[in-house]
């Protein structure tokens, strides 16, 4: 294991918690959720996502999901994107206490761009020990999915983006790189993603209520 793992904190103040899964799992009404639940709760929550998140990082965004370019190029802007987006959201809202939700983080990009187009795995971890050696997510809620069923769910959605256009095989291949990347990590938590939106809620409160959150 690479990283380092940080034990549950009483509270979710000052977390990084992060979400994962491949494109159609059904992260978006759950993050509505968990947002609303901890600011009703009194909790400062900045909601955010990667790649994105700032200024720069949306302009890289926009580039991923619409430009060609071969795997490390795609792998490259992805951690530029996370370098402005950690030094200019993240870190500052955890050093003053608030709680931060992402929308993916670098599990994506081990997915993504490491089971889905094939990059190193020794690539991936050099690039994350350069641009953040030590900042990892204290709860990955891993939305875990089929890729027959995100197909199903992304159809007809809306018109997809360069990512969401690819093949069945791609988002196995890319679901397999989340288990693979997961394997052994404590701070990440399965979720069912295949059950309805109120039975995936009750999993993630369940999460939630083992840390005491």
Known sequence: MNERESPPRPGPAGCLITTEGIDGAGKTTQIDRIVARWREAGHEVVRTREPGGTPLAESLREL???????????????????????????????????????????????????????????????????????????????????????????????APDRFEAEQRAFFEAVREGYAQRFAGRSRVARLDAQQSPEAVAEQIEAVLAERGW
């Open 64 to 158: 991923l999901l619409s430009r060609d370019m071969d795997p490390l190029t795609e792998t490259l802007l992805a951690f530029a994107a996370r370098r402005d987006h950690l030094r200019v959201v993240i870190e500052p809202a955890l050093a003053r206490g608030a709680v931060v939700v992402c929308d993916r983080y670098t599990d994506a990009t081990y997915a993504y761009q490491g089971g889905g187009r094939g990059v190193a795995g020794s690539t991936l971890a050099q690039l994350e020990a350069w641009v953040h050696p030590e900042r990892q997510p204290d709860l990955t809620l891993w939305f875990d999915l089929s890729a027959e069923e995100a197909a199903r769910r992304r159809a007809g959605a809306r």
